[in-house]
């Protein structure tokens, strides 16, 4: 189980690894369990959240989505 240490404190070589190890990650079979996301996909997730407006879109609008920019 990460640690807040591991979200906070990740360092760009840490980050890279995650990343080249969610590339080589295989698909999940029917009916098996997903991997533990890694602390740079939780990352990536939460800032996706944020540039996202998830409010203008769901189902089958998601292309849509608009991008928000922080001003």
Do not use: K, N
């Amino acid at each position: 189980m990460p640690t807040a240490a591991d979200y906070l404190a990740i360092t760009p070589s840490a980050a890279r690894a995650q990343w080249r190890s969610i590339v080589v990650r295989p698909w999940a079979a029917e009916g098996r369990r997903q991997v533990a996301f890694t602390p740079v996909e939780t990352l990536l997730c939460l800032a996706a959240s944020l540039l996202v407006d998830r409010r203008r879109y769901g189902g089958s609008t998601a292309h849509r989505a608009e991008v928000r920019f922080p001003r």
